[in-house]
């Protein structure tokens, strides 16, 4: 099956500044590459997806980039603010199941 | 529109006992997951229903059992309860079983095995 591997897995910036946040998958057949982003004590939440037939995805301050040859794809979050503190997930989903493989989670934190 | 919902939010249970989680997808959506999320790590996959039966099913031993109904709500049910079974339990939902559907996640029952 699918392994992905998320790293780091603790992220800390100063607000304003950049995060970036990776992950790598084994399965070549996975084509579906969405983010979740999970604050304490609540639901995952879709922040960003990206899939196989595109190279970067943005939404404001949030882009998510696919490499597929190298088989990785990142979370980018500018301008960083204190509400962006969370633990974020990415997962990567194979072509012919609805089966969702996470990483571990990186725990990003912004400091004011 | 409801989301996602769960119930019941917390859960406390002892060792060999048997328990039943419950899920209401969001509406539209006729495809429901389960995710178990142990502290400190990302979900992992259970088992999926569409159309009333199970379609996929991830490493989870047999005591994981579920259900989904006409009305396309679903139940887990963990029978022979371990320890090692506390988690918050995750459903998710989704318009059809293909791949890349977005899935939508309730707000989990966190189930304590003592």
């Known amino acids: 099956g699918e392994n992905v591997e998320q790293h780091p897995s603790t992220l800390s910036v100063q607000e304003g500044d950049s995060a970036v946040i990776k992950c790598t998958y084994s399965d070549s057949a996975s084509n579906y590459f969405p983010w979740y982003k999970q604050e304490l004590g609540k639901r995952p939440q879709l922040i960003i997806d990206?899939?196989?037939?595109?190279g970067e995805k943005k939404d404001q301050r949030i882009a998510v980039t696919l490499n597929k040859t190298a088989k990785h794809f990142s979370l980018h979050i500018t301008e960083t603010q204190p509400e962006d503190s969370a633990v974020y997930f990415c997962?990567?989903?194979?072509?012919?199941?609805?089966?969702?493989?996470f990483g571990s989670g990186t725990k990003l934190n912004v400091k004011p | 529109d409801a989301g996602v919902t769960q119930s019941p939010t917390h859960l406390i249970k002892t060792r060999g006992q048997q328990v039943t989680l419950r899920c209401s997808p969001k509406s539209g959506h006729d495809t429901v997951s389960w995710y178990q999320q142990a502290l400190g790590q990302g979900p992992q996959f259970i088992f999926q229903y569409y159309e009333e039966e199970e379609r996929q099913r991830g490493n989870f031993p047999d005591r994981f059992s579920g259900h989904q109904f006409p009305n396309y709500s679903s139940e887990l049910n963990v029978n022979a309860l371990l320890l090692g079974d506390s988690a918050l339990y995750l459903c998710?939902?989704?318009f059809g079983a293909g791949s890349g559907e977005k899935l939508f996640f309730g707000s989990g029952t966190q189930l304590s095995v003592l």
């Open positions: 998710a939902s989704s």
């Open positions: 997962a990567a989903i194979p072509y012919n199941f609805n089966k969702f493989y």
């Open positions: 990206i899939r196989s037939n595109v």
